[in-house]
């Protein structure tokens, strides 16, 4: 294997930088990760699956990992167009916006979280006129979805914005001048490009998202069964000392947060692929 | 509008149409308008809340012991923590400092 590794690669130093990397890996990422499973390995398996699946936990997954989901897609819609308009258009202040997308990453997540409920309380200036249209934002799943817009809002607008700068318009005018409408050239010619940074954005704002604590505990009001999210079940636990437990549950959630990067991963993959076979 | 837009030496093969670009540009700034600048300044507000004097006047000295429950799960969990307490005690008239040893 070593010496495949080593007949294959042009890189110099491959041996060392690989070795490098996984040593980093392992002290960052994998021993934490296992000690997680150690933990809750000292329950029984039918004591694990009661934890689990219990129905405050089965409701906080639901919570969690759909208001995440839905979070990201606006972030990839909206991020996606903001990315477009800063590259593609010239308007006045556009640097000032270009620097405040940043901002979700500067603010601490416990200050935009109170300040978002400032806002979509029913009081607030947004909640007031949701409220006349009967739409309750805070401590509501529409509140989680909101906060965690927000938090994941700079991740697909800085991975798709570098990939459209880099774009060539020799090939939107190839395109042009074969006669493809503007919105064929578009979505033939410069989405499939882009669509692999965009699902990267999207997959860190998903993630991002599936662990955020700091801006949800304020919004959400923390309702068990409602808008109680997985994280705050996990510090709720482990504030009884239930340690078993809360990493019982981290445990599920490191799991399928695992499994959708996976799946997310595989199809980037081949979007890449379908891509590069068609080019 | 278009002429201040659009980009020096571009061609309109390669441009939307003005109107989608207004459009465009538009979702995109309120969108952001909505999720970004809004909470930076009523961060901006709730800290200046008080007057601009008040917030010159804290930073000379100021020491304050403020209690703030903004989750009613912190009464919850004393009244479990009191409840089981409780159970392995003859009745009587008990405080809280009983429940958390405080009274010695």
């Known amino acids: ?279 | 509008m278009s002429g201040g837009i659009q980009r020096a030496g571009e061609s309109r093969a390669t441009a939307e149409p003005p109107i989608v670009r207004a459009t465009l540009i538009g979702v995109a700034l309120v969108f952001l308008a909505l999720f970004l600048l809004l909470p930076l300044f009523v961060i901006f507000v709730e800290g200046l809340r008080q007057g601009v004097g008040a917030y010159f006047a804290a930073l000379g000295e100021r020491l304050e012991l403020t209690h703030v429950a903004t989750n009613r799960d912190t009464f919850a969990q004393g009244a479990l923590r009191a409840a089981k307490w409780i159970a392995n005690h003859p009745a009587g008239r008990y405080a809280m400092a009983d429940v958390l040893g405080l009274s010695g």
Not at chain 1, 159 to 185: F, I, K, M, N
Request: proline share 5%.
């Open chain 1, 1 to 279: 294997m070593a010496k495949r590794l080593k007949e294959h690669s042009v890189l110099p130093g491959f041996g060392l930088t690989m070795g490098f990397s996984l040593l980093y890996l392992c002290l960052i990422v994998l021993i934490p990760l296992s000690a997680t499973v150690l933990r809750s390995s000292t329950l029984s398996w039918s004591q694990f699956w009661t934890i689990v699946t219990d129905p405050r936990a089965l409701a906080s997954y639901r919570l969690t990992f759909g208001a995440s989901f839905l979070a990201a897609v606006v972030n990839l819609v909206f991020g996606f167009l903001v990315a477009w308009v800063l590259v593609r258009y010239r308007f006045p202040g556009r640097r000032l916006v270009d620097g405040l997308v940043d901002l979700p990453f500067a603010l601490p997540t416990a200050v935009a979280g109170i300040a978002l409920t400032a806002i979509y309380s029913e009081k607030g200036w947004m909640g007031a006129p949701l409220a006349a249209l009967g739409i309750k934002a805070a401590y509501t799943p529409l509140g989680v979805v909101i906060a965690l817009t927000f938090i994941g809002l700079p991740f697909v607008v800085r991975t798709v914005q570098p990939v459209l700068e880099d774009l060539d318009r020799e090939v939107e005018e190839a395109s042009a001048s074969l006669g493809a409408s503007r919105w064929t050239t578009f979505h033939r010619v410069i989405l499939p490009v882009v669509l692999p940074a965009a699902i990267t954005g999207f997959t860190l704002s998903f993630s991002r998202a599936i662990g955020e604590y700091g801006s949800i505990i304020f919004i959400s009001g923390n309702m068990p069964m409602k808008t109680e999210i997985t994280p705050l079940l996990i510090v709720t636990k482990l504030e009884q000392y239930d340690y078993a437990g809360a990493t019982a549950i981290a445990v599920v959630m490191l799991g399928v947060s695992f499994a959708m990067l996976l799946v997310i991963n595989t199809l980037q993959r081949m979007t890449g692929q379908k891509r590069a076979v068609r080019g």
